[in-house]
């Protein structure tokens, strides 16, 4: 009995996650109701609110699976081998991230859209730093004899990564995930590591 009510709950989050996100894409988030949604799911408001608690609580849940999705391949260990980053290996793992969001593209063009773009990449800087910290405490870089904080390379950095994304993904087959992943190396990865004082190896 119980896992029939599982599988109900499961199905019923599923529609409500994708009449969601569908109406988003129609009419843009802040036009977006509860009645909307639920009409939209063939629900009604009860049905939601056993299992949001509001849009915002909702909007919440598409952000977190979208992250939980990205986060393990952002795992330091992958990259690193004898204290220098691998490009070729870093290669790999964005274009793995890029096939990601591709899969879930519906997902991230809400989250890379509007207000959502800036909250995604704080959170994304958020999750780089907790995870390379090891790596960027030995870090020490400077500007005619100014230090230069490693939250402000970091902002910088995912602020043009996170920018490349949404170009992206409003540019569906603009490109590849292979040839997006090449073009981030070269924009933000290379030389931008080697100023930081990473040691790199091609």
């Known amino acids: 009995m119980k896992s029939k009510t599982d599988l109900r709950v499961i199905r019923t989050r599923k529609m409500i996650l994708e009449a969601f996100m569908k109406l988003v894409s129609e009419k843009g988030y802040n036009n977006v109701t509860i ?16 299992h949001f608690k509001d849009k915002e609580d909702l909007y919440e849940s598409i952000f977190d699976q979208s992250l939980n999705a990205l986060t393990p391949l952002l795992d330091p260990a992958q990259v690193l081998q004898d204290n220098k980053i691998q490009l070729k290996k870093i290669k790999q793992i964005l274009t793995q991230l ?80 292979e040839e997006l992943a090449s073009l981030v190396i070269k924009l933000i990865g290379n030389g931008h590591l080697t100023v ?4 790199v190896e091609k």
């Open 98 to 177: 890029h096939d990601v969001i591709y899969d879930n593209r519906d997902f991230f063009a809400i989250l890379l859209s509007g207000n959502s773009l800036e909250t995604f990449r704080k959170k994304l800087a958020s999750i780089t730093y907790e995870k390379y910290i090891d790596i960027f405490a030995c870090l020490r870089i400077t500007e005619n004899d100014v230090e230069i904080p490693i939250s402000f390379i970091i902002e910088f950095m995912s602020s043009i990564y996170i920018s490349t994304l949404h170009w992206w993904i409003q540019n569906d087959n603009a490109m590849t995930s």
């Open 35 to 50: 009645q909307n949604i639920a009409e939209e799911a063939m629900i009604n408001r009860a049905t939601f609110y056993a």
């Open 196 to 199: 930081m004082g990473i040691e």
